[in-house]
Each structure stands twice: as C-alpha cells, then as structure tokens.
C-alpha cells in the first residue's frame, strides 16, 4: 500500500466520522442553542402556540409567522435572571399539562394567567420581538430621518 493513499484514506474516515457524529443529534432539543435553560421541541411548538395566542395571524404575519418564539426563548436564556427562567419554566410546564389543544383554548388560559410572572415574561418578550421585528420597521412603522421633511409653503395663522 502506497503511504500517501492511506494518508488520504485515514483523513476522509476522520472527516467522516467527524460529520457523522454531528449529524448524530437526537431530534427532540430545541432548534436554537441556550446556554442556560433547556427545552425541548415540543417546548418550543408550545411557546409558538402561546406567542400565536399572542399576537395571531390576521392580514398581517402573525408572531408564528415572525418566529417571536425563537426570540422569546433567547431573549429568556440570555436576558433574565435564574429565579425568572425557573419561573417561565415552570409556567411552560403547567400549561403543557393543562393540554391545551385549540386556539380559544390557549387565549383562554393565557387570559387566566394576567398576574402571572410566566406570562408577564412571555406577553412582555412577544411584544418586543414584534416591534423590533423586520416586518413591523418595514411595513407599519413610518420612519423619516431627522429633521424630517421641509415643507416652505406652509401657511402660518398668526
């Protein structure tokens, strides 16, 4: 056997095992990386269905639509403190248990939740994402840069 083609050989096994291994993933983890809470993807289906209680789908995109949920997990992993993501974590785990299946059911139990810190976390975060979002600057916000436009036949009452 020539050493330059077991050289090779052994470097695409190792490239192989390399890319397979990462592709090894069990599917069930949430599709963006948190460094500290962990969820699950049906956590993150169900922060979708809540945020979408939220802010629905009407003429304009809805917060599914804008993927609010994703923002609203990072947003929760990196900006909030630990008593605060154990508290969303918990809210999340009850309203998995509390099996809510069709959207009026969801506004419904959100609607119950007002003084609650999970959907305090969830309402306030959903909200900013919206504003912030690339939909909302683009097409609701009307932007003018200062000083704005010059108008020089305005008529002045005096």
Do not use: W
């Not at 993933?25 to 500290?36: P, R």
């Not at 979708?48 to 304009?60: N, Y």
């Not at 810190?117 to 609701?140: A, D, W």
């Amino acid at each position: 056997m020539n050493r330059r083609t077991a050289i090779k050989q052994l470097f695409i096994v190792a490239g192989g095992l390399m890319i397979a291994s990462s592709c090894t993933g069990s599917g069930d983890g949430a599709s963006i990386e948190l460094q500290h809470i962990k969820l699950s993807a049906d956590d993150e289906a169900l922060i979708g269905d809540l945020v979408e209680a939220i802010i629905p789908k009407t003429d304009s995109p809805g917060a599914k639509d804008l993927n609010l949920h994703l923002f609203v997990m990072k947003m929760v992993d990196d900006c909030h403190s630990p008593e605060d993501q154990e508290a969303f974590i918990n809210g999340l785990e009850q309203a998995r248990k509390a099996g809510l299946k069709t959207e009026a059911e969801r506004v419904a139990y959100l609607q119950n939740l007002k003084e609650d810190v999970f959907f305090n976390i969830l309402k306030r975060r959903t909200l900013q994402g919206y504003l912030n979002s690339e939909y909302v600057m683009k097409n609701k916000l009307i932007y003018e840069l200062v000083p704005g436009r010059y108008d020089g036949a305005v008529k002045v009452n005096a």
